[in-house]
């Protein structure tokens, strides 16, 4: 068995051909200048406790069970890390969710519009947040609801109009990192 320099060298070497993958040109080069960011000892690997903080770097925001369902499909023999072309592998696959995809947002949106007013009140939005799923307390909900009502309500009704915001949160920037 090598050693980590000699897979380093392999991996280098080995590079992966930009073709090889279904993305699109502006998400590739996100995804790797990402892995180089985390690849902090340039071995052309990172460790496995680190995909969580990397995957949100590139706008996911994946659950534990999430981390724990990648990694039982993508290290199957326990090597605790990855190499570039897997975390590439991961990001086309169907474990890497694009949550921002329109009809995603407005169906999590609806399920919390029982009238159907294409609305949500400020402070369920709030509860929300901070109730459900991968939960934003303090100051990250905060900040998502300066961001919501400056957007969608700006004068300031106590609801949001969700159709809105979504198309708001679709025109973020792809390179920019949320954490």
């Known amino acids: 068995m090598g050693s980590l320099g000699d897979r380093r060298f392999a991996l ?3 590079e992966p051909n930009d073709g090889d993958y279904q993305l699109t040109p502006d998400q590739l080069a996100a995804f790797k200048e990402a892995f180089e960011i985390f690849d902090k ?4 690997v ?3 406790t680190e995909l969580p903080a990397l995957l949100r770097s590139v706008g996911q925001n994946p659950t534990e069970a999430d981390i724990e369902t990648i990694v039982e499909e993508w290290d199957p023999n326990g090597n605790q890390h990855f190499d570039l072309d897997t975390f590439l592998r991961i990001c086309e696959s169907d474990s890497f969710k694009d949550p921002m995809k329109e009809e995603v947002l ?3 949106f609806r399920a919390f519009d029982p009238d159907g007013r294409g609305v949500l009140k400020v402070e ?6 901070q109730v459900l799923g991968e939960r934003l307390d303090g100051e990250a909900a905060d900040v998502f609801i300066d961001f919501a009502v400056a957007k ?10 969700y159709e809105v915001l979504t198309q708001e949160l679709l025109e973020r920037d792809p390179k920019v990192a949320y954490a």
């Open 12 to 14: 280098m070497s080995a």
């Open 41 to 44: 000892q340039k071995l052309g």
């Open 46 to 48: 990172i460790s496995y």
């Open 106 to 108: 407005m169906e999590a």
């Open 124 to 129: 369920e939005l709030r509860r929300i947040l």
């Open 152 to 161: 969608c309500d700006p004068d300031k009704t106590g609801e949001i109009n």
